[in-house]
Structure formats: structure tokens, C-alpha cells
């Protein structure tokens, strides 16, 4: 039996400069399935997405899906794209091992915790603060430099990641400090700074965009003060998820927030493609 993509549809050309088109996935030309490519809405055009695929149940299970998706890697190779992704939901236990067997690898994940009624108390000795105008500038750089970096070390090049870090901060802070909805704060310890937190309230749940211990400060339990910060203000704020991302290997960050009962939703997976 040949797996092939039909394309349903012309090749689209989006207002956000990406393009992108659907296929159906057929055997010995019976439609089985569907899949959606396009390329990447901050990355570029040399970067592809797998948006969607999918396989009717009665087809599965019978390696239609890794056919599709290597037959979706000679596409986009077509449209000059040096590197494919997809984003997995953690309960899609086969599509994740589908993309491990292709060669794919977690960039980065996903994870929410469900949030009680009572903020939770900080440790004694430390205390929540909101960061001043002199603090964030300096903040605000430090922290775009180093987003830029976790991403040029996990594959992705450096004017891109660049690129990336700028545009992202742009569109989540375009009223810098004062932009609604988004709390920077400072943790104190016995009235000496410890870390900073950056958590935003607005939107169906808050979320944690960046958290960090100072360098000297590390090694006790101030990271832990500094998520239980978060909570207690998206508590306060009406809020009851609170999400982050961790890039993959960052094993300090991973094992603090699972043991403070944060769960994977989903895995950020990517593949260069030769």
C-alpha cells in the first residue's frame, strides 16, 4: 500500500507573512487522515510547522501517521525549510513516541497547576516587592539576552533567536513596566533582593514568564519563594491555573515545579531537517 498527501486546498499565503496548506492523507488514494503544514510566524520561512495531523481511528496504528509526517518533511524541504516543528499534547502518549522515533527532540514544555482560594505564605524572613523603574531596565535586558540564549542552545541560530527574543518582548511588553495585566516583582530575604518574577494575570490563567534567584543566592529555596509568590498573586488577581514554560534540560526548574504539583500539557518538539 503507498501513504501520499493530496493538497485540499491551495497554498495559502497568510496576512502574518507565513504560508501554509492542508492535505489529505491517503492510501492507494483513500483519504485516511488529514494534515496541516505551514511555516513558522516568528522564525521565518526556512521554518516548518506540523499545525495538525491526524488519522481516522479505524487506520491507525498501522504507521500511516509516520508516513504522513515523513512525506510532510519532503514538502516543506519543497518550500526551502530547514527545520520542522510540532507542538505534542502530553496526553497524546502515541503522537509523543511517534515524534521520538522520527528524530524529533523536546525543546521545551508546558506545564499548569491548578491554584487553591488561600495564597500561599512565603517563608519567613521574605517578602514580595514591586520591582522599581530603575530595577527593570537592567532586568528587562538581562532577561532578553538570556531568553536568546536558551534558545541558540537548543538548535535554534542565533539571528534567529535574536530575533525571536526582541519580537516577543515587544508584543508582551509594549508599555514596558507599565503594561497591563503584567506584575514584576522582587523577592527580599531578610531585606536583601533575592530574585525577580515576572507573572502575567490577564486572560483565561496566569503565567509565569520569568523566574529567577539571584546568582549568589542560589541553593536555598528561594526559586520555591518565588513560585509561591506567583501563586499568591494570581490568587489574588482572581486567577485560579497558573502556567509556565521550561526549556528541556533546565533539571533544577523541572524538578521544583513538579515537586510544587505542576503538571505537563503539552511538549514543544523540533527536528532539523538534512
Known amino acids: 500500500m503507498t501513504t501520499t498527501l493530496r493538497p485540499a486546498e491551495p497554498l495559502q499565503q497568510n496576512p502574518d507573512g507565513t504560508r501554509s496548506r492542508?492535505?489529505?492523507?491517503?492510501?492507494?488514494?483513500?483519504?485516511?487522515?488529514?494534515?496541516?503544514?505551514?511555516?513558522?510566524?516568528?522564525?521565518g520561512a526556512a521554518v516548518a510547522r506540523i499545525m495538525s495531523l491526524r488519522i481516522e481511528e479505524?487506520?491507525?496504528?498501522?504507521?500511516?501517521?509516520?508516513?504522513?509526517?515523513?512525506a510532510a518533511e519532503e514538502v516543506v524541504r519543497g518550500w526551502g525549510c530547514r527545520r520542522i516543528e510540532a507542538t505534542v499534547p502530553a496526553d497524546a502518549g502515541p503522537a509523543?513516541?511517534?515524534?521520538?522515533?522520527?528524530?524529533?527532540?523536546?525543546?521545551?514544555?508546558?506545564?499548569?497547576?491548578?491554584l487553591g482560594d488561600t495564597p500561599p505564605a512565603l517563608p519567613e524572613g521574605s517578602r514580595g516587592r514591586a520591582m522599581t523603574e530603575e530595577e527593570f531596565r537592567p532586568w528587562l535586558a538581562k532577561g532578553q539576552e538570556d531568553y536568546a540564549r536558551e534558545w541558540i542552545e537548543r538548535g535554534v541560530p542565533e539571528a534567529?533567536?535574536?530575533a525571536k527574543a526582541e519580537k516577543d518582548h515587544a508584543a508582551l511588553l509594549p508599555e514596558g513596566r507599565d503594561t497591563e495585566g503584567m506584575l514584576f516583582s522582587?523577592?527580599?530575604h531578610e531585606g536583601a533582593a533575592v530574585g525577580a518574577l515576572w507573572l502575567a494575570v490577564r486572560g483565561e490563567q496566569a503565567f509565569v514568564f520569568d523566574v529567577?534567584?539571584?546568582?549568589?543566592?542560589?541553593?536555598?529555596g528561594h526559586g520555591r519563594s518565588l513560585m509561591l509568590l506567583a501563586e499568591a498573586q494570581s490568587i489574588a488577581a482572581g486567577q485560579r491555573?497558573?502556567?509556565?514554560?521550561?526549556?528541556?534540560?533546565?533539571?533544577?526548574?523541572?524538578?521544583?515545579?513538579?515537586?510544587?504539583?505542576?503538571?505537563?500539557?503539552?511538549?514543544?518538539?523540533y527536528k532539523h531537517l538534512l
Open 22 to 43: 492542508r492535505y489529505q492523507v491517503c492510501v492507494n488514494s483513500r483519504p485516511v487522515g488529514t494534515i496541516h503544514l505551514g511555516t513558522h510566524p516568528v522564525f
Open 58 to 70: 479505524p487506520d491507525r496504528r498501522r504507521g500511516r501517521g509516520t508516513v504522513a509526517a515523513l
Open 96 to 114: 509523543f513516541r511517534l515524534a521520538t522515533a522520527l528524530g524529533y527532540v523536546v525543546r521545551n514544555r508546558g506545564m499548569e497547576k491548578t
Open 160 to 162: 534567529e533567536a535574536r
Open 186 to 188: 522582587v523577592l527580599e
Open 212 to 220: 529567577e534567584t539571584d546568582p549568589a543566592h542560589r541553593g536555598r
Open 241 to 269: 491555573t497558573l502556567g509556565l514554560n521550561v526549556f528541556a534540560g533546565n533539571t533544577p526548574a523541572e524538578r521544583l515545579y513538579e515537586s510544587l504539583g505542576y503538571r505537563t500539557t503539552l511538549y514543544a518538539m
